[in-house]
Structure formats: structure tokens, C-alpha cells
């Protein structure tokens, strides 16, 4: 390991409410949860950091259920606890897809759905199904909660609206129909990151977000308007091309990400006549 | 710290950042968990907390208070899996064998290819082109 942990500070919370007020006082604090981004960042020694709140043992971050009819998942929620909640198969089955591809076993049983919103990646795999499913980030200090769209919630690279102050403690996705649609393309079927990824939903107007193709998870509203309007999925195709900044980067090019995304809008269009 | 190690109540004196890996490896003379990437690509350091798989290498020692913890020298050295990686070829190097073993742990007996494969898609072996690993999971 790179790292050197000799000079790092771990706070242990007990509760929702010890954990916040930790946060007001000490707005350095940085929250761990299951760590699959962090300790990897600790092990490459390029973790900045030096304090942190370890949210681990705080169990009323875990819950999933229907508050009014918007679904909610508690942001340590687990990417296993996910694959296995019935709620979750039944009102967001394309979050479930995501959550299988994401990683092996090992990150399923740690990595959690708040960590992946915090880490903020382009590629974060959960985040173009919450985009498309219109989800709420629920964000909460010691003193006030506040909502934000997912949409709204990134404002550049890794760039977010969270304060230091503040944890992301659930994400509330409203009831919605249409058929849901989910597809990563990675270099192999587990642990890769994507190369782009994509989630859609068939409604009268569909709803299509896209991963790895631009600074932050985006939405396509100019080429759902498009399929809205009746128009040939052909053009529906060159509108993206417009609307997605993908880039050259180790794991890419901007020329493929350009095609596959296109490719991808074609698949869901076709599958889910 | 105390948690539970192998079926016995320990109590270990570590950094609460420390990597699980390494208070195995250092504090507790566990060496049977191997260090590979270090990053949660390659399973070579899985271990069970609670009966769940996990890499080592990035759970901080202080997320298993209380927890049970499960190395490959829990399981003493006969169980079924490790008599069948033996017997089906399933280690050469060695190195991914620990972590394949526990990865595997979790998905019962004689479970099926296809939940073998996703059981293992976190693990990385290059040495066996993982069809003895295979054969010998879905034996025990």
C-alpha cells in the first residue's frame, strides 16, 4: 500500500444525529461507508483526506421503502441489499441491473448507493438510472434536510452541490410507468468500469440518461423531445451526437463512445417497442 | 478492538484505518489472505465479514467491531472446497486460491455454473484459465 494511515483520524458516530453534528464541527471530516472508492484512493496514496466519519454502523441509513409513492433507498444501502429488495425489483428493476454489473460479490456486499452519488464519477453505473427515473437527492445537516433533483445535483467534474456539512442520507425515485431499459458497456461483463452506460424509459416521453460521455451523468432532453414528436429514431440518433461530450481517456475514445452511445439509443428503441 | 476471528473472540490492538488485510496479515499472523491489487479488482484478498464476501484490502479495520471475520484458516485445511481444489487442479500459483476459496464459501454446495461464475467475477486467476476452479467449486 502507498498510503500511510499513521496520521489519519477516524471519528465513530453512533447515530444519524452524532454524525451530523461531527459534520458541523468539523466540516474537514470526510464520510466513509463501504470504502470501494476511498480505500482504493488510500491504497494508490493519492487520498488527500486526512480525517474521517465512519458511517458504517449507522443502520438507519439502510432503509428501503415507499414514503407517499415515491420509492426511497437509504444511502448505505448496499448494491446487494438492492439486488435483493422486492421493492426495488418491482418499482426500479433497471437499478437492480445496474447494481449487479457494478462489480463482483465483494462490492456488492460493501459498496453502497449513497458512496456511489458522493464519489460523483462520470461512470458511476447507478447514476444515469436515478437521472432517468427522476430520483431526489435527499441531503440533510444537523440543522436542515433539503432536496435536489439528481439532475441538478452535479455542477462539473466530481464537482457536486453538497456542503462539507452535509451527508446524503437517502434518494427518493417517484412512481413512473414505461418499460425500463438499462445498458453498460465495459472491456468485460464484471468489475469494469464503463465505457458508457445508459438507462431509459418508454414513456410517451422517454426518459434517456447517459454515464461516461460527458463531465457528469447527463440527460438527453433535447433527443427525448425528439422521439416525443414522433421523430425516426435515425434522427433521434444525430441529435445526441449533439448533445453528448464524450472524451478520449484510458479506458476510451471519444469516437467509439460517440458510435456505442448511438448504438445503445438504436437497442433501446428497438427493445422496447 | 474486539471482534469475533475464526470462530474465537479476539481482541486486537490496530489503527481503526488500517486495512482488515493488513491487521490479519501483521497483527494476527494470518498470512493465508494474499495481497494482490490492492484496489477490489482482484478477490485475491477476500475474507468473510458475517458471512459475506468482502476484499480486505478496503474495509477499514474499524468497520468489523463486532463483526465475525472468516480467513481461509478458518476452515482448517480439509473442508470440501479446499480437498477439491486440490483434487481438480483448481491452484497452481497459489496466490488467487485463498480468496477464490472464501469467494466460493458463500454459494453453498455443488452450486451451478452459472452462480459459480457470477460468484467468482470478482476474482482473478492467471494461471488456471478458471475451469479446474470451476469444476472444483461446483464438486464441493
Same mark, same amino acid.
Given at each position: 500500500?502507498?498510503g500511510?494511515i499513521?496520521?489519519?483520524?477516524?471519528?465513530?458516530?453512533?447515530?444519524?444525529?452524532?454524525?451530523?453534528s461531527?459534520?458541523r464541527?468539523?466540516?474537514?471530516?470526510?464520510?466513509l461507508?463501504?470504502?470501494t472508492?476511498?480505500?482504493?484512493?488510500?491504497?494508490f496514496?493519492?487520498?488527500?483526506?486526512t480525517?474521517?466519519?465512519?458511517?458504517?454502523?449507522i443502520?438507519?441509513?439502510?432503509v428501503?421503502?415507499?414514503?407517499?409513492d415515491?420509492?426511497s433507498?437509504?444511502?448505505?444501502?448496499?448494491?446487494?441489499?438492492?439486488?435483493q429488495s422486492?421493492?426495488?425489483r418491482?418499482?426500479?428493476?433497471?437499478?437492480?441491473?445496474?447494481a449487479?454489473?457494478?462489480?463482483?460479490a465483494q462490492?456488492h456486499n460493501r459498496g453502497?448507493?449513497?458512496?456511489?452519488?458522493?464519489?460523483?464519477?462520470?461512470?458511476?453505473?447507478?447514476?444515469?438510472?436515478l437521472?432517468a427515473?427522476?430520483a431526489?437527492?435527499v441531503?440533510?445537516?444537523?440543522d436542515a434536510e433539503?432536496?435536489?433533483?439528481?439532475?441538478q445535483?452535479?455542477?462539473?467534474?466530481?464537482?457536486?452541490?453538497?456542503?462539507?456539512?452535509?451527508?446524503?442520507?437517502?434518494?427518493?425515485?417517484?412512481?413512473?410507468?414505461?418499460?425500463q431499459?438499462?445498458r453498460?458497456? #465495459?472491456t468485460?461483463?464484471?468489475?469494469a468500469?464503463?465505457?458508457v452506460?445508459?438507462?431509459?424509459?418508454?414513456?410517451?416521453?422517454p426518459?434517456i440518461?447517459l454515464?461516461?460521455?460527458?463531465?457528469?451523468?447527463?440527460?438527453?432532453?433535447?433527443?427525448?423531445?425528439a422521439l416525443?414528436e #414522433?421523430?425516426?429514431?435515425?434522427?433521434a440518433?444525430?441529435?445526441?451526437?449533439?448533445?453528448?461530450?464524450?472524451i478520449?481517456?484510458?479506458?476510451?475514445?471519444?469516437?467509439?463512445?460517440?458510435?456505442?452511445a448511438?448504438?445503445l439509443l438504436?437497442?433501446f428503441?428497438?427493445?422496447?417497442? | 478492538?474486539?471482534?469475533?476471528? &475464526?470462530?474465537a473472540?479476539v481482541?486486537v490492538?490496530a489503527?481503526p484505518?488500517?486495512?482488515?488485510?493488513?491487521?490479519?496479515?501483521e497483527?494476527c499472523?494470518?498470512?493465508g489472505t494474499?495481497?494482490g491489487?490492492?484496489?477490489g479488482?482482484?478477490?485475491a484478498?477476500t475474507?468473510?465479514?458475517d458471512?459475506?464476501?468482502v476484499c480486505?484490502?478496503?474495509?477499514?479495520?474499524a468497520?468489523?467491531?463486532?463483526?465475525?471475520?472468516t480467513?481461509?484458516?478458518g476452515?482448517?485445511g480439509?473442508?470440501?472446497l479446499?480437498?477439491a481444489?486440490?483434487?481438480?487442479g483448481?491452484?497452481?500459483c497459489?496466490?488467487?486460491?485463498p480468496g477464490m476459496?472464501?469467494?466460493?464459501?458463500?454459494?453453498?454446495?455443488?452450486?451451478s455454473?452459472?452462480k459459480v461464475r457470477?460468484?467468482?467475477?470478482? &476474482?482473478?486467476c492467471?494461471c488456471t484459465?478458471?475451469?479446474?476452479i470451476?469444476r472444483?467449486?461446483?464438486k464441493?
Open positions: 500500500m502507498k500511510v499513521a496520521g489519519l483520524e477516524m471519528r465513530e458516530p453512533s447515530s444519524l444525529d452524532e454524525a451530523l461531527a459534520m464541527n468539523d466540516p474537514s471530516l470526510v464520510p461507508a463501504g470504502c472508492d476511498l480505500y482504493v484512493a488510500l491504497n496514496g493519492t487520498l488527500e483526506s480525517r474521517f466519519l465512519n458511517l458504517w454502523s443502520d438507519e441509513l439502510r428501503i421503502e415507499k414514503s407517499n415515491a420509492l433507498i437509504g444511502a448505505l444501502t448496499t448494491y446487494k441489499s438492492i439486488i422486492k421493492l426495488v418491482k418499482r426500479l428493476p433497471m437499478l437492480i441491473s445496474a449487479r454489473e457494478i462489480g463482483g462490492i453502497t448507493l449513497g458512496g456511489n452519488i458522493a464519489n460523483g464519477s462520470p461512470a458511476g453505473d447507478t447514476l444515469p438510472v437521472a427515473a427522476d431526489t437527492v441531503m440533510r445537516s444537523a433539503r432536496r435536489v433533483p439528481l439532475t445535483f452535479y455542477t462539473g467534474y466530481r464537482k457536486s452541490v453538497l456542503r462539507a456539512d452535509e451527508l446524503i442520507v437517502a434518494v427518493e425515485i417517484p412512481s413512473f410507468s414505461g418499460k431499459w438499462f453498460k458497456v #465495459g468485460r461483463a464484471a468489475q468500469i464503463s465505457k452506460v445508459m438507462a431509459a424509459v418508454r414513456s410517451p416521453r426518459r440518461a454515464g461516461s460521455v460527458a463531465p457528469t451523468v447527463i440527460r438527453l432532453p433535447m433527443t427525448e423531445g416525443e #414522433g421523430a425516426p429514431i435515425q434522427e440518433q444525430r441529435i445526441l451526437m449533439d448533445e453528448i461530450s464524450p478520449d481517456d484510458m479506458r476510451s475514445t471519444e469516437e467509439y463512445r460517440r458510435r456505442v448511438s448504438n438504436g437497442r428503441w428497438a427493445e422496447t417497442e | 478492538m474486539i471482534f469475533t476471528l &475464526n470462530a473472540t481482541d490492538d489503527h484505518m488500517k486495512r482488515l488485510l493488513d491487521v490479519l496479515r497483527e499472523g494470518l498470512t494474499k495481497e491489487c490492492g484496489e479488482e482482484c478477490g484478498c475474507v468473510l465479514i458471512d459475506a464476501a480486505a484490502c478496503l474495509v477499514p479495520f468497520q468489523v467491531r463486532d463483526a465475525r471475520v480467513t481461509i484458516e476452515l482448517g480439509d473442508h470440501p479446499q480437498r481444489f486440490a483434487e481438480e483448481g491452484a497452481q497459489g496466490i488467487c486460491t476459496i472464501m469467494a466460493a464459501l458463500p454459494l453453498g454446495e455443488k452450486p455454473l452459472r457470477e460468484g467468482l467475477a470478482g &476474482n482473478l492467471r484459465g478458471y475451469e479446474a470451476y472444483a467449486v461446483r464441493a
